[in-house]
């Protein structure tokens, strides 16, 4: 079974959608056994850091996303939560990710939104995808390049696109919204 | 890089496209999901559903609607149409959209822009501005462009940004259904002044009008129906062509 973290981001629907297009059914919950049992983790996510930490720590789901063994996919936001800090709203975040998040210096428009093609693929969620393929992003703020980085994307500067450490995964586009070049990258992480 | 978008946009009526198609291959032209997904197919960077039945009495089968572009639909998708109010707004979102556009509403109560920031986020809020230009100025109309108000366009853009917008859906009125191009000159006003992305809206007739807009006038996206409805200009030739004018296209 997958489970998608239910917790106060929204989102939560259209990764549910996306899934279960592709063919796999899944639970979205908050409920830690349910979470702690699944084969996969998703880990979704729109709205601001800070409120969206203290969600996860009163209700515990910090430490219990830290201790996950099973491989776990954080989108947008939840890439973001699980680095070490961000700049929105100050907040300590999951640090899975030894990199920092930033405001974007507004040198083009801010947020980054809309379609944008991805370099330096590696690792398993990129498997048949190439540096021509666009995925969409709407973002603010980004992940500094890192030792966990796994794709990088160029606006205003390089970012880390999608990162990776053992079971923790990430991206900063949305798969479930990146027509079938992301249904393929979800693809990818739910055979893992 | 960062691509230009080209967006069709479905007018929506109690839960059916209006306009007429002329795709061979669509059984059902009427069906706004079979619509959609054949644009998906053809490339569409993102949809806009624009519901004109706008009476409360049709907001359920919208809703319903919704819920139904989300599950099958795998791009993101606005949905606008007498959005009125913050609850009008959280139907929507929790129906599946990813934004939502208010015009006539956002002129009316402005706040209503940072409201829906606020509780949704900027990236849902698109501010669809009709705009027209009469006696040397390019003035805001609401209710479907039928009234004038007294708000300068470029004004007005700015205020929404402030107040919170995430995108501007700019229609000129005056290029609206003639074919004839883009309004390069209040686009390009528009997104020199602003931050966030304008997307270009009326007059669309030939691929080349898709290139002048991108060019001249910074416009991230460019919204059409009509020529995308009748197959005019299917979408992957003007993506084509587009891309052999070096315009960064997905």
């Known amino acids: 079974m997958i489970a998608i973290i239910k917790y106060n981001a929204g989102n939560v629907r259209s990764v549910e959608n996306a899934i279960r297009r592709i063919g796999f059914d899944c639970v979205v919950t908050d409920d830690k056994e349910k979470i702690n049992a699944a084969d996969k983790v998703i880990f979704p996510g729109v709205g601001e850091a800070s409120s969206a930490m203290s969600y996860l720590k009163k209700y515990q789901l910090d430490d219990l996303i830290r201790s996950l063994k099973q491989p776990m996919l954080g989108i947008c936001l939840g890439q973001q939560l699980m680095c070490n800090h961000s700049e929105e709203g100050n907040t300590d975040c999951l640090r899975v990710f030894n990199a920092n998040v930033k405001l974007f210096p507004p040198k083009e428009l801010v947020p980054h939104m809309g379609w944008n093609n991805l370099l330096d693929l590696k690792g398993d969620l990129f498997k048949g995808i190439t540096n021509l393929d666009n995925v969409y992003f709407v973002h603010s703020y980004y992940a500094e390049i890192c030792e966990s980085t796994k794709a990088v994307c160029d606006y205003i500067l390089p970012f880390s696109a999608a990162m990776q450490k053992n079971n923790f995964y990430a991206t900063q586009f949305h798969p479930e919204k990146s027509a079938s070049v992301g249904e393929k990258i979800l693809k990818n992480f739910l055979e893992l | ?250």
């Open chain 2, 1 to 250: 890089m960062l691509k230009k978008r080209i967006i069709p946009c479905l007018d929506i009526k109690n839960g059916r496209t209006v306009k007429g198609v002329n795709f061979v291959d669509i059984r059902d032209a009427g069906d706004p999901i079979e619509l959609a997904k054949k644009y998906v197919e053809e490339g569409a960077d993102e949809l806009v559903f624009l519901d004109i039945t706008a009476t409360i009495e049709k907001r359920k089968t919208l809703a319903e609607l919704v819920e139904k572009i989300a599950r099958e639909i795998n791009i993101p998708f606005t949905v606008g149409g007498g959005i009125n109010s913050i609850k009008d707004v959280s139907i929507i979102i929790k129906a599946g959209a990813d934004k939502v556009s208010i015009n006539s509403s956002a002129v009316k109560r402005p706040e209503l822009i940072s409201e829906i920031a606020m509780q949704f986020g900027s990236q849902c809020v698109v501010v669809a501005i009709d705009t027209k230009f009469k006696n040397n100025e390019w003035l805001v109309y609401r209710n479907g462009g039928k009234i004038p108000t007294t708000f300068k366009t470029l004004d007005w853009a700015i205020k929404a940004e402030k107040l919170g917008a995430g995108e501007i859906l700019l229609t000129s009125m005056n290029n609206d259904g003639t074919k004839n191009g883009f309004a390069v000159d209040i686009t390009n006003t528009i997104s020199q002044a602003v931050n966030i992305p304008v997307i270009a809206s009326g007059g669309a007739g030939a691929k080349e009008h898709f290139k002048e807009i991108f060019e001249k006038a910074k416009a991230s996206g460019a919204l059409a129906a009509s020529i995308f409805h009748f197959g005019e200009i299917p979408i992957p030739e003007l993506k084509k062509y587009l891309k052999t004018q070096n315009i960064p296209i997905r």
